[in-house]
């Protein structure tokens, strides 16, 4: 009898308008809970898509070591033929040299003479002198290959260095 009695009570409780208050309720509760993460969410950062700058140093890849050729007989020649190897400190074709400006760098050109474009090279840097002499601008110009970079620079801030 005692369920009987708590079960008609619910039903008294639970009347169709009571229903539809709660349904009201809860719809708006929804709706202003949605309302409130929709407005008051932080807004997503803008990428900025502008032109962005990179460098690109292109290494060139390692190669091969070639094979030796067989050696070839030469006849001699009676006349004695000037040595090709500079004297120590002389800077010639095959030399490695190194800038030598008291730490203000070189500049090293496109071409010989004063008016080409450069890049500034460090007293520190090793080069190998691969053309020249060449007269420009009332300077004597050696053209220096690195290992990253290559140009002209003038003989007089170069020092050659001993093997």
Do not use: N
Not at 46 to 75: E, G, K, M
Not at 78 to 106: D, F, K
Not at 127 to 144: I, S
Request: proline share 12%.
């Amino acid at each position: 009898m005692q369920k009987l009695k708590i079960a008609f009570e619910m039903k008294r409780i639970l009347t169709p308008k009571v229903f539809i208050a709660a349904l009201v309720i809860a719809s708006m509760l929804l709706c202003s809970s949605l309302a409130y993460i929709l407005l008051e969410r932080p807004v997503a950062a803008r990428l900025d898509l502008a032109a962005a700058t990179s460098v690109l140093t292109i290494i060139p890849a390692p190669t091969s070591t070639p094979r030796p050729l067989p050696p070839t007989l030469t006849p001699l020649s009676s006349t004695p033929m000037p040595s090709p190897t500079p004297a120590p400190g002389q800077i010639a074709i095959g030399v490695y040299v190194q800038p030598s400006t008291g730490g203000e760098g070189l500049r090293v050109h496109t071409e010989p003479g004063l008016s080409a474009d450069f890049f500034p090279a460090l007293d520190s840097e090793v080069f190998l002198v691969t053309k020249g002499p060449e007269e420009a601008d009332g300077y004597t110009w050696w053209y220096l290959t690195g290992p990253y970079r290559s140009g002209w620079a003038v003989q007089d801030y170069l020092t050659a260095i001993s093997q």
